[in-house]
Nanobody, 119 residues
Framework: QVQLVESGGGLVQPGGSLKLSCAAS????????MGWYRQAPGKERELVAR???????NYADSVKGRFTIARDNAKNTVYLQMNSLKPEDTAVYYC?????????????WGQGTRVTVSS
């Protein structure tokens, strides 16, 4: 069994910053890609950023230059540094990880952490 536990969400003013963390624990041999997705009210879940085990990254166009994804493989943790936040960044942010154990790769999701950007 695997758990992804997110933290770091909250309320922030426009232009502010937040850092999200997501730690994986449980039956893990290896973690391949990790990522952050978000879902705003009334909208579909969308990719925010992804990072491979080799630390290659890709970002949604809407967050390029403002958000940075990073990971610590030793801690099975992925981070999302969010700067210059805008009201349209308001959403529930979900951590995602492709975890390998006993020859299988399975995608896991965190429970979500809410980010609200408002004055």
């Amino acid at each position: 069994q695997v758990q992804l536990v997110e933290s770091g969400g909250g309320l922030v003013q426009p232009g502010g910053s937040l850092k999200l963390s997501c730690a994986a624990s449980g039956n893990i041999l290896r973690i391949n890609d990790m990522g952050w997705y978000r879902q705003a009210p009334g909208k579909e879940r969308e990719l925010v950023a992804r990072i491979t085990s080799a630390h290659s990254t890709n970002y949604a166009d809407s967050v390029k230059g403002r958000f940075t994804i990073a990971r610590d493989n030793a801690k099975n943790t992925v981070y999302l540094q969010m700067n210059s936040l805008k009201p349209e960044d308001t959403a529930v942010y979900y951590c995602n990880a492709y975890i390998v154990y006993r020859g299988l790769q399975i995608a896991y999701w965190g429970q979500g952490t809410r980010v609200t950007v408002s004055s």
